[in-house]
Structure formats: C-alpha cells, structure tokens
T-cell receptor, first 114, second 117 residues
Framework: GAGVSQSPRYKVAKRGQDVALRCDPI?????LFWYQQALGQGPEFLTY????????KSGLPSDRFFAERPEGSVSTLKIQRTQQEDSAVYLC????????????FGPGTRLTVT | AQKVTQAQTEISVVEKEDVTLDCVYE???????LFWYKQPPSGELVFLIR??????QNEISGRYSWNFQKSTSSFNFTITASQVVDSAVYFC??????????????FGQGTRLTINP
C-alpha cells in the first residue's frame, strides 16, 4: 500500500476485555514503532521492532501490553484486561531502516475503554 | 532524560498573518535529531522536517521556515502568510539515542494552530 495502515480505526471495549490492534507498515520497511497518544498530548513511545525482533519495549506501561511482529511485516499490539486509563490513540509508524530515515505514521486506532 | 517543551498550547491567527511555533528541547546527547510533524484533524502525523544537531543552518520550504539555535536549545517553526489549511496540531520531536539504527522519538505536547478566514 501507499502508506501505513491501521485497523480498526476505532475500538470501544468494556473494562476488562482484551483488544488487538493491527498495523500494516509500508512494504519493505524494516523498522516499526508503536506510540500511545493520550487526548491533548504528544505521542509517547511504546515499543520498537527491527524486522521481527522487538529491540525495545521500555515504553510499554504494564505487562498487560504485548506487541508482536512475527514475520517482520504486520504487527499487532495487544492489550489484556483493558482499563480506562488505556483509552488513547495508538499510532504505528514505520521507517525504511536506519537513522537517516523518517518515520511514516498511520492514522491511528482510537481506543475507548468504558 | 530528554525532553521537548512546546509552551504554546493554542495559537489563533487570522489568515495571511505570520505565525511562529516555539520548541525548546533538553538532551545530553551531542548527536541528535529534531523534527516537526503536523497532525491534521484526520489524525495522521505528517512529517515536515528533520534537522541533525550538527547542522544549524536555517531552512526554508515554501511558506515554512525553521530556526535552529543550539545556544538556546530551540528549534522554532514559522509559517509565513498562513492559510486556513495550515490549521492543525503541530508537534516538535527529538530523537533519543539510537537503538540499533532506529530513532526513538520524544514529542512535545503540541501546539494547536487555528487559522481563521
């Protein structure tokens, strides 16, 4: 595809439910990032993959958050036992590879936990 | 820790006015990158510019210009002759130490810019 795509665009979950958010990066992009953006705030780093390897997960707020990218392309961010504080927009970004490459962002998934 | 501060939460101007968005950063790294992104109502972050810490030349791209000053740790963004389509939230960001070749971005809180016709 032309850009990074994310699905679903909107997700409403009841507190305690598990959710899975999908990211399709730009084809051929090696690096993939997940960010969390609370209302009225800037995005905050969650985790980073280089191909299928998760090289940094220091931003994941708790062990309820889990991300994977098993074949080095599509990535899934899973949140178990959702809480109200998990309500945010989850942004995915990909870049070609190295430090000179800009990150291209998807439209995000807006998660609302009721 | 690295930090980006955008002190202006909201700015509202009339079309055709010039407007400057401020960005101040903190880092202990000697090598770093600074970015500006635009986030229109659709939500997708749009890359505007990347500047590395060794290049202090100002840059101009059409109606957009950027002023990078290491002495004051600032990377300000000016829109000349603003247009309604410039209305968006603008984020300044700083790359943290490189993790095996990739840039981990630290964002400011954003400035909501409204251009009124």
């Amino acid at each position: 595809g032309a850009g990074v795509s994310q699905s679903p665009r909107y997700k409403v979950a009841k507190r305690g439910q598990d959710v899975a958010l999908r990211c399709d990066p730009i084809s051929g992009h090696v690096s993939l990032f997940w960010y969390q953006q609370a209302l009225g705030q800037g995005p905050e780093f969650l985790t980073y993959f280089q191909n299928e390897a998760q090289l940094d997960k220091s931003g994941l707020p708790s062990d309820r958050f889990f991300a994977e990218r098993p074949e080095g392309s599509v990535s899934t961010l899973k949140i178990q036992r959702t809480q109200q504080e998990d309500s945010a927009v989850y942004l995915c970004a990909s870049s070609l590879s190295g430090i000179q490459d800009e990150q291209y962002f998807g439209p995000g998934t807006r998660l609302t936990v009721t | 820790a690295q930090k980006v501060t955008q002190a202006q939460t909201e700015i509202s101007v009339v079309e055709k006015e010039d407007v400057t968005l401020d960005c101040v950063y903190e880092t202990r790294d000697t090598t770093y990158y600074l970015f500006w992104y635009k986030q229109p109502p659709s939500g997708e972050l749009v890359f505007l510019i990347r500047r590395n810490s060794f290049d202090e030349q100002n840059e101009i791209s059409g109606r957009y210009s950027w002023n990078f000053q290491k002495s004051t740790s600032s990377f300000n963004f000016t829109i000349t002759a603003s247009q309604v389509v410039d209305s968006a939230v603008y984020f300044c960001a700083l790359s943290e130490a490189v993790i095996q070749g990739a840039q981990k971005l630290v964002f400011g809180q954003g400035t909501r810019l409204t251009i009124n016709p």
